[in-house]
Structure formats: structure tokens, C-alpha cells
């Protein structure tokens, strides 16, 4: 970000029209002025793991004879890291100019809405993600046989009176549905659990900066 978040602190807490100087400039000392350009940095580190992570993905499963699984999972992790990209940019696109605390809480919005597109797009990444290892997996290699038909025939050799439905396992097909089922109704807390993991002390301080704020400025 061009304007640190020290800087636009500093410009914030002198404004006379904001808050009381003494009692801000108290604050700016005991609180971490730069939780911004943390998580901005965090996010950006985030969005870079994101991509390398896909093309990793695509080497390590075509060494390991499933490049299907490497394709569908490259396709997954571009999305994710292209739809937050966006995001990214509109965190950007905040004023700089204002004071301390109306750029927090510009920043606080932002990030509710970052989020809130996250936990929707978790319902369908998450049981994507699922599909993807189970169709990687069942496909093998590029030309070479399918190991899922290979597993089915094994299966039917070993109990015959499996229950088939369009050649498939009826008690495989019952597992995966209630598993995908299970992933769309559940994706969004999974995705909070994520994010409370990766971003969660950034966003107490946050919180903390924001009402000690309101509760001065009051």
C-alpha cells in the first residue's frame, strides 16, 4: 500500500475536527497502528501461496501418475486465488485521506463483504474440491487404464451381490453424495474455521482498535 497505516494514523489523530489529540496520540502508542499493512501484506502472501500452490499441485500429482487430479485442482486454486484478487483490489481503492478511524472502519466493511463472498464460494469450493480428488483418483494416468473401473470389477469379484447403479457401487455413490451434501451445507463454517485460524488475531485487533475508537470518540 502507497500511505502506511502509521502515516495515516499520525495525520488522523492531529485532525482537530476527529477525536481529542491527547487521548489519540495515548492510543496510537499502546495499540499496533499497523494492523492494515499486516493484513494486507498477509493477504497478498496468501493469493502468491495460492498460485504456486497450483502449479505444484499439477507437478506433484502428474509425477504421482494422477494428473487428472493436478488439472482439476489447478483450475480450483486459479479461481479461488482470481475471485480474491478482486477482492484484493478494491481493498486498494480505499481513501487514504481520511482520518484514522473512518479509514478503519471503511476497511472494516470491506472485509465483511470479503468475507461474506468467501463463505458463499466455500459452499461450492469445498465439495468441489472433494469431487475433484475422488474423480482424480478414480481417472489414473493420461491414456492409461482407470483405476476406478479396475477398483469396481475388484469389488464385484470379491462380493457379488454388490448393488450397482449405472456400474457403480450403490454404498460408494450413497458415501460420496452425503459427503458433497454435507460440504455445501457446511462449507461456510468450515471456510469461518479457516479464516479465524489464518486471519483471526488481525481481526480482534481490529475489532479492539475500532471500539476503543468509539468508545473515545463518545
Given at each position: ?119 458463499k464460494f466455500a459452499k461450492f469450493m469445498y465439495p468441489t474440491f472433494f469431487l475433484s480428488i475422488i474423480l482424480g483418483f478414480w481417472l489414473g494416468e493420461f491414456g492409461g487404464s482407470i483405476p476406478g473401473e479396475n477398483l ?17 457401487p450403490l454404498y460408494g455413490i450413497l458415501a460420496i453424495t452425503i459427503i458433497t451434501a454435507l460440504l455445501i451445507k457446511f462449507g461456510d463454517k468450515i471456510y469461518d474455521f479457516d479464516v479465524k485460524l489464518v486471519y483471526g ?18
Amino acid at each position: 500500500m502507497e500511505k502506511s497505516i502509521e502515516s495515516i494514523w499520525k495525520q488522523g489523530f492531529l485532525k482537530s475536527e476527529a477525536l481529542v489529540a491527547p487521548k489519540l496520540n495515548d492510543l496510537y502508542n499502546q495499540k499496533s497502528t499497523h494492523v492494515i499493512d499486516k493484513f494486507n501484506n498477509m493477504f497478498r502472501r496468501n493469493l502468491i501461496a495460492l498460485v504456486i500452490g497450483a502449479f505444484f499441485a499439477v507437478a506433484f500429482t502428474y509425477w504421482n501418475e494422477i494428473p487428472y487430479l493436478g488439472l482439476f485442482l489447478f483450475l480450483i486454486l486459479n479461481l479461488l486465488a482470481m475471485v480474491n484478487y478482486k477482492a484484493w483490489k478494491e481493498l486498494g481503492k480505499i481513501d487514504k485521506t481520511v482520518n484514522s478511524f473512518h479509514y478503519l472502519k471503511s476497511f472494516d466493511k470491506w472485509m465483511k463483504e470479503q468475507v461474506s463472498m468467501n463463505r458463499k464460494f466455500a459452499k461450492f469450493m469445498y465439495p468441489t474440491f472433494f469431487l475433484s480428488i475422488i474423480l482424480g483418483f478414480w481417472l489414473g494416468e493420461f491414456g492409461g487404464s482407470i483405476p476406478g473401473e479396475n477398483l469396481v470389477a475388484e469389488i464385484v469379484s470379491n462380493y457379488p451381490n454388490t448393488l450397482l447403479v449405472f456400474g457403480l457401487p450403490l454404498y460408494g455413490i450413497l458415501a460420496i453424495t452425503i459427503i458433497t451434501a454435507l460440504l455445501i451445507k457446511f462449507g461456510d463454517k468450515i471456510y469461518d474455521f479457516d479464516v479465524k485460524l489464518v486471519y483471526g488475531r488481525i481481526y480482534n485487533k481490529l475489532g479492539e482498535l475500532i471500539a476503543d475508537m468509539e468508545e473515545i470518540k463518545a
